[in-house]
């Protein structure tokens, strides 16, 4: 059974980093279009970042370019989002899922297949 588990969301102040794991089990995340979202309360899933099962090309949205990196370790089975310089807007419910269909960058939720549990992020001082 494909599944997926996010960890390592938290608090930290503004400025601040957290790195944010997604482990797979039951299926191989290096040949799936992995993707990273986020829900505020009260606001639609939006894209956070995204990397193809392709050609492992990533997408940054355009509110956390330059400050988040997508990446994935093959051997752990893991993706990782790599946050840096945390705002005060970042706080969401980080969730990751799993496009088993696309070659490449996938954006929109509606395709994905598998989705975790999520992982809360607050940026506080």
């Known amino acids: 059974q494909a599944q997926l588990a996010e960890s390592g969301g938290g608090l930290v102040q503004p400025g601040g980093s957290l790195r944010l794991s997604c482990a797979g089990s039951?299926?191989?995340?290096?040949?799936?279009?992995i993707g990273w979202f986020r829900q505020a309360p009260g606001k639609e899933r939006e894209v956070v970042a995204c990397?193809?099962?392709?050609?492992?090309?990533?997408y940054d949205a355009d509110s956390v370019k330059g400050r988040f990196t997508i990446s994935r370790d093959n051997a752990k089975n893991t993706v990782y989002l790599q946050m840096n310089r945390l705002k005060p807007e970042d706080p969401s419910v980080y969730s990751c899922?799993?496009?088993?269909?696309?070659?490449?960058?996938?954006?929109?939720?509606?395709?994905?297949?598998?989705w975790g549990q999520g992982t809360q992020v607050t940026v506080s001082s």
């Open positions: 899922g799993a496009d088993i269909e696309s070659l490449g960058i996938s954006m929109i939720s509606d395709a994905y297949h598998y």
């Open positions: 039951g299926f191989t995340l290096e040949y799936n279009t």
């Open positions: 990397i193809s099962s392709s050609d492992s090309s990533t």
